[in-house]
């Protein structure tokens, strides 16, 4: 059964730092694009970013470049996203997916169930 696990959420500073790590089982994640999403309260499920080693592809959204870095050890079917200098408007539920390459981007087609990430002053 294909299944992604996120771990390593939590509460943090602004200008800390976090590190989420999410365990895929089922499934090759080296042949997948595998990416982060996060839904703040009263928003909808965004996309952070996305990695697709196949063809070296790596996307982040704006307001997270230069901060996060998405990375993944297709030896242990693992990926993590490393979170600094971190704000309030981090604050959300993170999820890592799993996709397939589809012609501009992926098709995201299995989810975690989330962990919480929250910033505070």
């Known amino acids: 059964q294909d299944r992604l696990e996120e771990s390593g959420g939590g509460s943090v500073q602004a200008g800390g730092s976090l590190i989420l790590s999410c365990a895929a089982s089922?499934?090759?994640?080296?042949?997948?694009?595998m990416g982060w999403f996060r839904q703040a309260p009263g928003k909808e499920r965004v996309r952070v970013a996305y990695?697709?080693?196949?063809?070296?592809?790596?996307y982040y959204e704006d307001s997270v470049q230069g901060g996060f870095t998405a990375s993944q050890d297709n030896a242990k079917n693992t990926l993590a996203l490393q979170m600094d200098s971190l704000e309030l408007s981090d604050t959300a539920v993170y999820y890592c997916?799993?996709?397939?390459?589809?012609?501009?981007?992926?098709?995201?087609?299995?989810w975690g169930q989330g962990t919480q990430v929250a910033v505070s002053s």
């Open positions: 997916a799993a996709g397939l390459r589809v012609p501009g981007g992926c098709s995201w087609i299995k």
């Open positions: 089922g499934f090759d994640i080296s042949i997948h694009c």
């Open positions: 990695k697709y080693e196949a063809d070296g592809s790596a």
